[in-house]
């Protein structure tokens, strides 16, 4: 028996159009202009976006065309390969066949690049030289800065202050592809002093990021904004991670039974997932579709649906989401990029209409997943990847308790490369799970705009 399996496409296989989800809900709740609370017009985005981008998030056409010019850089690391992990397989003694969708072959190791690039393309077609924009862990702040060396754009990156202290090899990535990093919270922006005048050793969020390059790009018209997850754009780009995997899974005559990915604003997780449930809401594909999140802030799971502003000092508009508050801060956790409030409201809708599921998992069950997974299929994951594969492996041994050959598939969003010092505190033992706040995940709660529907 070959022990591991890769299913590889062509590089004519790149999906020609993204698959936009929107189109097959029941419903998609508009952008709200926090003052007025009704729809945002496309002509409101346009100040931070440019006009292709701004159609997209609002748009709910099934597909949308991927410019040549972007499928040609696509080219240099997709089709991403998908691989039968069956030394895993073995491993757990699991009649259930494992999959995985790989991302981190891409030139900054995950797969933030598939929007980023894109974002990179029309910001340049509309004459955008500066974009501003946040990151957690540093995946998307170092695949925007891919992209900016790409296209010739200056790239100024606000970097979650733990993260930025926690992973000093992505920052040094961006700066190497040319980008400016910042931690956040910083004394360069309004949003950044008012945090640190209330909080001086305020270890950052994503929300207080998002506060600060949303500040630089509305006060600076030369400089546009650009999202790494949450808004419909970022995860209709994705789409090429799903579509593929279903072209793969044609050449493996399988199909999942189960489908798991990690969520934390929701990218990569509606990346792998939408094209699939698109085929269970149009032919009746049987599917389930697990979302992974992070206990220590558990959107999904301990949220509550309601529009809410995507960052911490209400700069953006409202977005009708599973949200923790747009003030609340998770614990400093090791997968920096799942620590935001609030999920994308695309994975928030396909909660409410039952199409997936949420689970909330501990931070050190994830990184003895991690590593189980390493020393079987020979890949150090990303601490936010831990969490589709702790979830993947529990499937697995639901399988081997009930007897069932299931198809497990789930999404490997990055490598690990640059978070071996978390991994160093999980061998030896320094690693604690975190813990929320309650009383300040209830503050928060308590302070959402008002527009809340049950």
């Known amino acids: 028996m070959t022990d591991q399996i890769k299913y590889q496409l062509d590089e004519q296989d790149i999906p020609r159009t993204w698959y936009n989800l ?3 809900l029941s419903t998609v709740e508009p952008l709200l202009h926090p003052g007025t609370g009704e729809p945002l017009p496309r002509e409101a985005l346009l100040g931070i976006m440019p006009a292709e981008l701004a159609e997209q998030e ?21 089709p991403s390969p998908l691989f039968r992990a069956r030394r895993l397989e073995r491993a757990l003694d699991t009649p259930a066949r494992i999959y995985y969708k790989y991302e981190g072959i891409s030139p900054a190791g995950s797969h933030k690049p598939n929007t980023a690039i894109p974002q990179a ?7 955008i030289t500066k974009l501003a924009t946040e990151t957690g862990a540093g995946q998307w702040g170092s695949s925007l800065a891919l992209a900016g060396a790409l296209f010739d754009i200056e790239v100024q ?10 992973k000093p090899y992505r920052r040094l990535l961006m700066e190497t592809y040319g980008a400016r990093c910042v931690p956040s919270p910083s004394t360069e922006t309004a949003a950044g002093r008012a945090i640190l005048a209330d909080d001086p050793d305020c270890p950052g969020s994503l929300g207080i990021a998002t506060s600060e390059a949303l500040e630089v790009a509305m006060n600076n018209p030369d400089i546009n904004y650009a999202g790494g997850s949450v808004l419909n754009h970022v995860l209709l780009h994705q789409t090429v991670i799903g579509q593929e995997a279903i072209k793969q899974f044609a050449m493996a005559d399988d199909y ?25 809401i149009r032919e009746g594909r049987g599917v389930r579709v697990i979302a992974a999140e992070p206990a220590a802030c558990p959107t999904l799971t301990k949220g509550t649906f309601a529009y809410d502003f995507g960052d911490t000092a209400g700069l953006t508009p409202l977005l009708k989401m599973h949200t923790l508050g747009h003030s609340f801060v998770p614990p400093s956790f090791h997968a920096g990029g799942l620590r935001y409030h609030g999920m994308a409201p695309l994975v928030s809708a396909a909660l409410r209409e039952d199409l997936i599921e949420a689970t909330a998992v501990e931070q050190s069950n994830c990184f003895a997943a991690g590593i189980q997974f390493a020393r079987a299929e020979g890949i150090i994951p990303a601490p936010e990847s831990t969490h589709a594969i702790t979830v993947a492996i529990n499937e697995a041994l639901r399988c081997k308790e009930e007897g069932r050959s299931e198809t497990i598939l789930f999404g490997l969003s990055g490598h690990g490369h640059f978070d071996l010092s978390a991994y160093e505190q999980h061998l030896t033992g320094a690693l604690r799970d975190e813990q929320y706040d309650e ?7 308590a302070g959402l705009p008002g527009l809340v529907s049950a």
């Open 157 to 166: 990156v606000y970097m979650v202050k733990v993260s930025y202290h926690q």
């Open 22 to 24: 929107a189109a097959d």
């Open 58 to 78: 609002l748009s709910t056409e099934r597909e949308i065309e991927i410019p040549e010019a972007v499928r040609q850089i696509y080219a240099q690391w997709r």
């Open 256 to 280: 999942p039974d189960v489908v798991v990915g990690c969520t934390g604003g929701g990218s990569n997780f509606g990346g792998l997932t939408f094209p699939f449930l698109g085929q269970r």
């Open 439 to 445: 009383s300040q995940l209830q503050a928060a709660l």
């Open 121 to 127: 393309f029309y910001n340049k077609q509309a004459g």
